[in-house]
Every structure is written in C-alpha cells, then in structure tokens.
C-alpha cells in the first residue's frame, strides 16, 4: 500500500491520564515524564530550552483530542470552510496563549513552580515563530484566534519560512540585522504531514492537445521544474471552546521525480545538490513591508503556497467525495492582500486543466470562491510584475490572466462605449513603459468581495485607488475594521489589569469585549481608580526594570511613558515624534527652568534592511537618545530610549505599560494600524490623527478622551494640490526651524552636519508626509498631553474610559462581520468523545 493510503485499526485509543489530565499533579507528572522519554534528558543535564519543550509538549498533549475531534467533525459533517490565505502569520508564542485557552495557566504555573522552576522564564524561552512582518501578519494571526474562538470552521494557509523576519540589533545607534533561527531547537507545536505533500509546477512552456474523452482541445502545461510542498500543521485553540482549528504552513523540497532525473542522467551528485534550489523557495520572509520588489523568488513563493493551498482544498474535497462543481459551497477563501491573487488563475488552470472543466463553469466557481482584502493605499506597495518574468515562470497563467482580461475589456466597453481611458486604467496589464500584470486588479476581478480594513481605508479605496473598480461593481465593495484578540493582547499580556477588570465584571468580556462598558460603572469609585493607577505603575516599573537591564538607562515610572511601537516607515512619521522631543529640548536648553511634564519616550520598530530613511530615522532616535539623555539641564525630565529588536513576544509586555500611544501617520497613509487598538484596551490615551481605525476608536472612546491634531485627509489633497511648501513653514515657526536646526547643525552628531542631510533635505525639499505641515498642531496637542498628565485622577479616569470602550475592536466583531457579509459561514460547535482511560 502507499504510504498516504489511510488504513483503519483498532477504533478506540486508549489515553494515559498523564496525557489528558489537568490537575497540577498530573501536570508536574507529564512534564517530568516527557523531559525523560521526549526530550531525553534528565534533571541535572536539563537545559533551559528542555524544560520549556517538556512543557510545550505537556501542553499539546492536552489539546490534541480537541484539534483531531474539531478535524474529524468537519470532514465527517462537509462543513463549510474558510480557508484564509496570506502570505504571513506572525503567530507570536505558543505556550502561554495555549494555557490561556485550556485554561489551565494557573495550574501550569503553580506545578512548575512546585517542581522548582521559574514559570515565567520557560514562557520567555519560546522562540516566536516570527513569520510576518507587521500588521498584515498579526492580523492573520488575530483571525486565526477569532475564528477558532467562535466555533467557525477554518484553516490558515501560509508558508512556513525557515527563517522569519530578522532579529534586530542595534550598534553604533545603526540597525543591524541578524538571521532568526527560529527552528533551531525545534518547534513542539508542528506536526509535519508529508504523506499530504502536493506538487508544484514551474517554468517550462503550454502545449494544446486533443482531449479524446470531450474531443475538446485542452492546454497541457509542461513545467521546467516541479517543487514538492510538504504541510505542517500547527493547532490553534479557540478561547474556552472546543474547537481546534489548524494553521498549514508549506515547506519547499525537491520533488521525488528529481530523483528520477539525476538517476538517469548519471550525476547522482550534483542532482542532489540541486535540491538545494528547491528549497531554497521557503527559506527566507522578505523582510519589506508596504515596499513592492519584483523579485522571482518572491514571486515563485507566492504561487508555491497557493497552489500547494488550492491543491490540498481539492484533496481534501476528493477524500470526501465532494464533487468540485461544489467548491464554493464548501470553501471560502480570503485573499490577504495581493500576495495570494494568483489564486485568481491557478484555480481556474487547476478546474480547466486538471480537472476538465469548461471556462463558464471554473470562471463563476473563481469568483464566487475567492474574497479580497486590500491593506494599503501607498502606490509602492501595489504588486505588479513585469510580464518577461511572471510569463517564463507562470506560462499557463499567463494565458489565463490574458484570457480574463480580454472578457473583462469587453464587458467595460459595454458598460462605458468609447472610454479608452478607462479601459486603460482598468486593464489588468499595465501597458505603460515595461509592460506589468496588475495584482490588485486581477484579485478585483477574480473576486465577489473586496474589503478595507477601517472605514476611511475603504472610502479612500472607493475614490481613489479601486475607484474605477468600484464603479464597475459597486455590490463587492464593503469595510471590515480590523480588530485584535483580547485573549493575547489583554488576558495574556496583562494578568494584572485582567483580573481587576473580572473581579468588577466578571470575565464575559473575554468573549464578549463589548462588556467592557460594564467598568464605566466604577470611574467615579476612587478606590477602583487608584487600583487602576497602581497596576499601571506596577507595570511602567516592570519596563523600566527592563530597559535598565537592556539598555542601561534609567527611566522614572512615574514619567509619562510615551510609546511609538510600530515598523519604522517615513509615512507613520517617527521623525515627527522626534521633532517634539528635540523641541522639549531646546525649551529646556533655552530655560533650564521651564516646568515640563517628566516624560519618557520610548520607541520600538524594525526598518526593512534596504530602506535608508528608515534606517535612519532608527539612528537619529539612538542620537537624540545619547544627547538628551546625558545632558545635565534635561535632569532627567525627559528620556528617550530606543528598544531594539520589536517583535510580538516584546509587544504583549510594551502595550500594557503605556500612558500614551502615538498614531501620528499622515491622515491618509495607515490603512488602520491595529497597535493603535491595543494600546487603548490597556488603558493608554492615543495622540493621533485622523486615520485608519484611529477616526474609529476616537468615535468609539469619546472625542474628549483622544488627543486629536493634524490634517484631515482633504485638507491633505487640498494642501498637496495648491502646491505644498515645506520651506514656508519652516522660515515661519521658530521652534520648528530651530529643531531642524539643531539636527542639521550636528547637535546629534558631534558637529557632523553630514550625518542627517538626506533626512533633514527630504523634510525640507520633499517632505510628501507633510511632519512640517503638522508640526505646530502636533506640539500643541502635546503640550495638552502635558498638561492633562499632571492631573493624575484626570488621567485615569480617561485610562479607564478608554478600555472601556474598546469593544468594538476584538476581532471577534471582524471576524463575525466577515462571516456574515462575505463568508456566508457558520459556527459549527465541537463535541468531545470521551476517551477511553487506560485500565478501564
Ligand atoms: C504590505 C505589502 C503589500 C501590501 C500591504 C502590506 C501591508 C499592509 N503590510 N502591513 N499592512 C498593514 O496591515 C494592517 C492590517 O490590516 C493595517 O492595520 C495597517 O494599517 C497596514 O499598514
């Protein structure tokens, strides 16, 4: 028989207690017994790292009837499902979600302790898969949890990258990257399926033939190379349910008929080398975000995982004997932007060439399958690639995307007789200079549903971007707001704040955020306020404990902590952040005396590795940081410090220590921003413009309880049209010319007046995110930022409003809308079979 062959046996499994149990004693039990017989070590020869993968392996033992029964009950039931494609997932740590969802954190803690061990530093120890770059990712991620946590019957499709976005290292005040080698103790949580491996064609050129069975001319696609694509899944618990739905990432490895091939050809050697090449595909994430490359490789990973994806959609269809004219009945598949829009043609090549059908029948079954979300409106992250490339790669495809495009035309010269122009710009090819295949285009037409991710992102996408689109097909068109799971970023990351909250509302919101309102309840309890106040410091002591350690700095935690945490890009203007504090400076230097707010300034990001300004802007922080930091006039009242290496791990400890979270993007430019979310469900008031989910969550908290400034976004087009003139405001504001100043004169660069020019020159010759424009209005929020902090009941009061308010963005409400709207998809509930104990 195959190796892939399933074959029945025994029926009943027989389950250890020791595997199942969740009392602590069970718990202290399974963990020393897998440290022997998994890990294979023994207490005194023990590592750090086999005490965590003891731990993590007790843990998945715990949830595997869950994840096997959730998988049985949907093959068994056909149910329908949402598969959700993106090219990242940026998990974060497994251990401590998982305990969270068994609900068996607190007993986890207490047998670890039993047994002597520090519960805390083996949650530390998890290497974080690392498998994103920012919002887009962790938004997959956040999804994942959602749906899982409501029963929705779903699976993630991804790749699984040997090496996840960088580890940052900071040197000289420069970033310096350095390999995430994150698989290199293994990972506890996957379990690889290579007898599910699907293969991958590449290269190569079409040829038509005479289908004798239809006598049909069909296309036969004879590739240059095939790669293998082997799964492994990684369980994802829903909250306090059931329900274990499961993550797929894709791994690339030479095909078997290679072996074939270099047998034949004699040089056994170098074709095994060769195998290299073929891994190669899934080796690395790109490490760019909302920056387009047409790279081939980039390219070849994009339809390495959504054919592996579609493929594995279509087994799993055959294994129950679903016909696939029921395709869309069964799956609904997300596009996480354009990444995965290849979709678009490699589901009709694999219904029409593979599978026989007929162009109507894959075309209606195409779009009636797949859904788009766009995330961003910045014109250099729209992916186009050069047809020389895309059609030597992706022959077959090729002449599919030709194909739609041709029916489309024609249906717009229908619809709009004699409009070139449009015709033009709506065309899937780009047929200016080298011509290029629209990515965003292809998933608009291939789609019933396209979506932004807050509700200014998707006006904007309406007028501007899709906008031709949207006239064409009005219907597709809705917003989802972005949410963020509670269950990571508040019950996880914030135990403390978390059991104040229960111990006033109970613990519904965890399910349900909405019930955070409940605590409006006790803003007027001032014993309730100072409970809220001293968590808060608790924890600004907790991260200035931590930035001592990491960066040697000494921070007050009675300071106004004051956070910009978010990758490093010249539109979410970190350098405007930076103008403030060298204008606090100069007030200081000007007057030693002025009466300023304590503040500490703390920033976090990764900058893509080929993307100067940002690197940059990384490096004049670190500057402003040196000077600010050791002048003896500052003393001490305001601190900057620049925390390396910003990742989800270091993420779930910054949210909770904020007082204020900085939003500052052009209003315009953030397609939602999700960051902006959790920092306020912890409690911090936002300073920020008007955009993304920001316009959102001001609506949501209250206009009195966010700091507002800065241009709106027609002022934006307005300003931008009449002609914007940075030098204008730069001769005309005193202090923001003597900031400006103080950067280009060398004061942060030991009289180097090199060192920042092409940053200081782009403000004043370019400046396209309009800091200078902004600058005024953002001090004088700040200043009421000052002001305000000094009240400190004032303060809380808003801190509490603030999370009280937030129930809108769980993700669960996202999640909930996508099914309702797009998905068409309902909770399917999971019942647990008991398992037959041993000796029973
Ligand atoms: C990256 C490359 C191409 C297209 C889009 C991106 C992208 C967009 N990467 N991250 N985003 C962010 O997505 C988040 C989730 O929707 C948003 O909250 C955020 O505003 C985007 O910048």
């Known amino acids: 028989t195959a190796p892939n062959q399933p074959i029945e046996c025994v029926p009943t499994i027989v389950v250890e207690d020791d595997r199942t149990g969740l009392s602590v004693e069970t718990l202290k039990r399974a963990f020393q017994d897998n440290l022997f017989y998994i890990q294979g070590k023994f207490a005194k020869i023990a590592t750090q790292n086999d005490y965590y993968m003891a731990l993590a392996y007790t843990v998945r033992d715990r949830l595997l009837r869950r994840w096997l029964t959730t998988a049985e009950t949907y093959t068994h039931q056909g149910v329908r499902t949402v598969a959700y494609l993106s090219a990242e997932f940026l998990m974060g740590p497994h251990l401590g979600n998982n305990l969270i969802s068994l609900g068996i954190y607190d007993e986890a803690k207490q047998a670890i302790g039993e047994l002597g061990l520090d519960f805390d530093a083996l949650l530390e120890q998890e290497e974080e898969p690392g498998l994103g770059n920012g919002g887009l990712g962790r938004l997959a991620a956040c999804y994942l949890d959602s749906m899982a946590t409501l029963d929705i019957p779903s699976i993630g499709y991804g790749i699984r990258y040997e090496f996840g976005i960088f580890d940052q290292d900071i040197r000289d005040g420069w970033q310096f990257e350095i390999t995430d080698k994150w698989l290199r103790y293994g990972n506890p949580w996957e379990i690889a399926r290579p007898e599910w491996s699907v293969e991958v064609k590449l290269g190569g050129h079409t040829e038509t033939y005479m289908d004798e069975m239809t006598s049909r001319q069909r296309v036969r696609w004879v590739p240059a190379e095939v790669v293998m694509g082997i799964p492994y899944d990684t369980p994802i618990l829903g909250y306090k349910t059931n329900t274990a739905t499961t993550l797929r990432l894709w791994s690339a490895a030479a095909a078997e008929s290679f072996d074939f091939a270099a047998f034949n050809s004699g040089d056994y050697f170098r074709a095994v080398l060769q195998k290299t090449v073929s891994e190669t595909l899934t080796k690395v994430l790109y490490p760019n975000d909302e920056s387009f490359q047409g790279k081939k490789l980039r390219l070849g990973q994009q339809i390495f995982f959504v054919s592996c994806s579609l493929q594995d959609m279509i087994l799993i ?183 104040l909250i229960t111990s006033k509302i109970g613990d519904g919101w965890i399910k349900h955020l909405d019930d955070l309102r409940k605590l409006e309840a006790f803003v007027e309890d001032a014993d309730f306020r100072q409970q809220w106040r001293q968590i808060k410091f608790d924890i600004k002591q907790d991260l200035a404990d931590y930035i001592k350690q990491a960066n040697g700095i000494d921070v007050d935690p009675a300071s106004l902590f004051d956070i910009q ?276």
């Open 317 to 499: 269809l055959t294994r129950q004997g679903i016909p696939l004219d029921q395709f869309h009945e069964k799956f609904a598949i997300q596009l996480n932007d354009t990444h995965p829009a290849i979709a678009v043609a490699e589901l009709m090549r694999l219904l029409m060439d593979e599978h026989a059908f007929e162009w109507d029948a894959a075309w209606s079954i195409t779009q009636k399958t797949l859904a788009y979300t766009n995330h961003t409106l910045l014109p250099e992250a729209l992916e186009r690639w050069g047809l020389g490339l895309f059609g030597t790669l992706l022959p077959r495809h090729l002449e599919i995307i030709y194909e739609i495009n041709s029916r489309f035309l024609e249906e717009i010269r229908l619809k709009f007789p004699g409009d070139n122009d449009r015709l033009n710009r709506m065309s899937l090819i780009d047929e200016a200079g080298e011509r290029h295949v629209r990515m965003a285009h292809l998933a608009c037409v291939g789609s019933h549903a396209i979506n932004g991710v807050a509700a200014l992102h998707s006006e904007l996408l309406k007028q501007d971007v899709l906008r031709d689109f949207y006239e064409l097909y009005p219907e597709k068109f809705s917003n989802k707001t972005n949410g963020v799971t509670p269950r990571r970023f508040m019950v996880l990351s914030n135990p403390r704040l978390t059991k």
């Open 565 to 840: 945490a978010k990758r490093i890009h010249e539109y979410k203007r970190q350098h405007l952040d930076v103008l403030h504090i060298i204008t606090l400076y100069n007030r200081i230097k000007a007057n030693p005396d002025v009466d300023i707010t304590p503040r500490t300034f703390i920033f976090g990001g990764k900058a893509a590795p080929g993307y100067y300004m940002a690197k940059l802007i990384i490096k004049l922080v670190n500057s402003v940081a040196d000077v600010v930091n050791n002048d003896p006039d500052v003393r001490d009242r305001i601190k900057v410090v620049f925390l390396k290496d910003y990742n989800v791990k270091f993420a779930q400890r910054v949210y909770p220590a904020a007082d204020l979270s900085e939003q500052i993007s052009l209003a315009g430019k953030e397609a939602s921003g999700t960051g902006n979310m959790k920092f306020s469900m912890n409690g911090s008031l936002t300073i920020g413009t008007l955009d993304g989910a920001n316009v959102e969550i001001r609506e949501e908290v209250g206009a009195e309880n966010f700091f507002l400034f800065g241009l709106t976004t027609p002022e934006v087009y307005a300003l931008k049209a009449q002609g914007y003139n940075p030098w204008q405001y730069y001769n005309s504001n005193p202090e923001l010319k003597a900031a400006i100043d103080r950067i280009a004169s060398g004061g942060f660069s030991n009289g180097d007046t090199n060192l920042f020019n092409a940053l200081v020159s782009t403000l004043l010759y370019k400046d396209d995110y309009l800091l200078l424009a902004d600058y005024q209005s953002y001090v004088d929020c700040q200043d009421g930022v000052s002001r305000a902090y000094r009240d400190q009941d004032h303060w809380t009061r808003l801190s509490i409003l603030n999370s009280a308010r937030m129930g809108k963005f769980s993700s669960d409400r996202s999640i909930r809308e996508y099914c309702k709207d797009i998905w068409h998809v309902k909770p399917v509930a999971i019942e647990l079979k008991e398992y037959v104990q041993a000796g029973a």
